[in-house]
């Protein structure tokens, strides 16, 4: 399955495809031709045109997904999991034609209106500014999140950037749109449980969470 689509549109074919997989009626193998405006997985796995690959028939590549199991249901994740701002700005990233500057202003411009979202996580209740949990190293094109994350390495990244004063938010943005993501560890799980509502943005795609949510993220 090709899909010629953005990050959101890959998402849902490799939502059908796992499910297809899990009723164990196919194993479907799928591939992405840059259709959308960030492209970030894309441009995170891609080593060689797709149409030279299927014309010489290189062998198939197995990555990792990241399962999402909210409460009782589950649904995959191909690249990130992100909460609070960082979402939010790659959202309105996605919305515009960009360049490193504009990126960065539209950034800024979004933090101001935006407030720190608490959650349950490691036993205390811990509060951020953004939280992604990444199993490639960008978002957004230009926002550069762990360059340590491998698509397939068994784990993924946790990107905690904890609630501090905007200015040094604004340096932290700064330093991710311009240089490099700082260090991150690498995690096979994660579990948090929600305190109030908030937005969660799965590769470019959003779902609302609500309070006692409780979220399990394996790789």
């Known amino acids: 399955i090709v899909s010629v689509s953005g990050d959101g549109g890959y998402h ?11 009723e164990k009626t196919c194993r479907p193998v799928c591939a992405i031709l840059p259709g959308g405006n960030a492209n970030d997985h894309y441009n995170s796995v891609n080593r060689r045109p797709l149409i030279e690959a299927l014309r010489d028939g290189n ?5 990792d997904v990241l399962q999402v199991r909210i409460n009782d249901e589950s649904t995959y994740a191909h690249s990130y999991v992100g909460l609070g701002l960082t979402p939010l700005v790659a959202v309105e990233l996605n919305r515009h034609t960009l360049s490193a500057f504009k ?7 979004t933090f101001w209106k935006f407030r720190p979202f608490e959650i349950e996580m490691d036993g205390t209740r811990q509060r951020f500014d953004s ?4 199993n490639i190293d960008r978002m957004a094109k230009y926002l550069t999140l762990s360059d340590a994350a491998k698509p ?5 990244e946790i990107i905690r950037w ?13 330093k991710s749109a311009f240089r490099h993501g700082d260090p ?7 579990t948090f449980t929600c305190v109030r509502p908030m937005p969660m943005q799965l590769d ?7 309070p006692e949510d409780s979220i399990r993220i394996t790789s």
């Open 152 to 156: 397939n390495d068994g784990g993924f």
């Open 184 to 190: 991150a560890p690498t995690v096979r799980e994660v």
């Open 131 to 134: 939280l992604v949990f990444s």
């Open 162 to 174: 904890p609630h501090q004063s905007k200015v040094h938010l604004i340096y932290t943005l700064l």
């Open 103 to 109: 990126e960065t202003w539209l950034s800024i411009k």
């Open 12 to 22: 849902e074919v490799i939502n059908g495809a796992l499910k297809a997989q899990q």
């Open 204 to 210: 470019g795609e959003i779902m609302q969470l609500k």
């Open 59 to 63: 062998p198939v590549e197995r990555i």
